[in-house]
C-alpha cells in the first residue's frame, strides 16, 4: 500500500491530466437567439417520471446539433456540434417530402412514455408521437434513427439544461398547428415489457 501512495504522489507531482470526463460551458441554442430547431425530438417520462424528460434532438438549418449523450437518457448531459452542409441538405430534402408531412401524426399510450418529433418548414409545422415498445409511428422512427446516427463535427459536452427548447414543441398541440389530424382514439394492447399482457389503455392522438 506504501508503494502505491508512492507512485500516486509522484503521478500527481508529475501533472499527469485526470481521466475525468470534462463538462465545458458553452452557449447553449436558445429559441431567443437562434429560432425554433427545424427538427425536434423530445421525450416525455409519464406520470411520475415527468423528471425523466428532455431533449433527444433539435437541429437547424445552420447546421447546429443539440444531441442527448445517451439517447435512452435526454434528461442528463447532451453533446453540441454541427453537421455537415450534405447532412443538412438531405434532413431539410427528408422534411419537406410530401410522404413525410402527410403521414399519420401517431398515437401514444395514456400515462406513459412518449416521444414526439416536431418538424417545421415554409409551409407551417407538425408534430408526430409514439410511445417506445407499445405504439409506433414510421416518422418518429425514421427520424429518431437519423438522428442518432448523424456524425457530429466539433462536439461539446454540456450539463446546462436544454429544456428551453421543449416550447418550440409545445406549441404545436397548445395553438393546434398540425395541418391534418390524427386518426380517432383506438383502444390497444401494449407490449409485456410495458405493462401486463392483460391491460388495455386508450391511445390519444398525437396532434391537438
Sequence with gaps: MRLVRCLLALIVAAGVPSCAVQTTKVTIPSIATDGCPFILLTRSGGLGYEWQS????AVW????????????RPWQ??????LTRADVAEL????????????????????????????RRTAGVRRWAETPAATSTPVVAEFRAKLVALPIEGT?????????????????????LNQRP???????QPTASITSPSAVFVARRAGP
Aim: charged content about 25%.
Design 54 to 57: 428532455g431533449v433527444i434532438a
Design 61 to 72: 438549418q445552420s447546421g447546429r446539433i443539440v444531441r442527448a449523450e445517451f439517447v435512452d
Design 77 to 82: 448531459a447532451h453533446v453540441i456540434g454541427q
Design 92 to 119: 431539410t430534402d427528408r422534411v419537406n417530402s410530401s410522404d413525410v408531412w402527410d403521414a399519420p401524426a401517431g398515437k401514444v399510450a395514456l400515462d406513459f412514455p412518449e416521444h414526439t418529433l416536431t418538424l
Design 156 to 176: 461539446t459536452r454540456v450539463r446546462q439544461s436544454v429544456e428551453g427548447l421543449n416550447t418550440c414543441g409545445r406549441e404545436v398541440a397548445e395553438r393546434g
Design 182 to 188: 390524427a386518426a380517432e382514439p383506438v383502444p390497444f
